[in-house]
Nanobody, 119 residues
């Protein structure tokens, strides 16, 4: 089992910045991919960015504005969000997926953190 806890959401004006954190605990050794998803009201959950090894995959809508990073010593993943827009308003979820050591490739989710960008 992997437990994920997000923090850092809040209310910010257009053009502002926020940094989200995702603290992971448990069987972290079984995880080979982590990332951030978001879900806006009335919309499906969508990928923001994920990272596996040294490779990252950003949604086109956030390229150049958002940056994912990891601190392996702290078992924490971050999402730096700059130049925020009202359309970035959503609940942001931390995600992790099991790899070779997890034959079921289990998906783990955090509880979500609200990001609201005012115009």
């Amino acid at each position: 089992q992997v437990h994920l806890v997000e923090s850092g959401g809040g209310l910010v004006q257009t053009g502002g910045s926020l940094k989200l954190s995702c603290a992971a605990s448990g069987s972290i050794f079984s995880v080979n991919l982590m990332g951030w998803y978001r879900q806006a009201p009335g919309k499906q959950r969508e990928l923001v960015v994920d990272i596996s090894g040294g490779s990252t995959n950003y949604a086109d809508s956030v390229k150049g504005r958002f940056t994912i990073s990891r601190d392996n010593a702290k078992n924490t993943m971050y999402l730096q969000m700059n130049n925020l827009k009202p359309e970035d308003t959503a609940v942001y979820y931390c995600h992790a997926r099991g790899g070779i050591l997890d034959p079921k490739m289990t998906n783990y989710w955090g509880q979500g953190t609200q990001v609201t960008v005012s115009s």
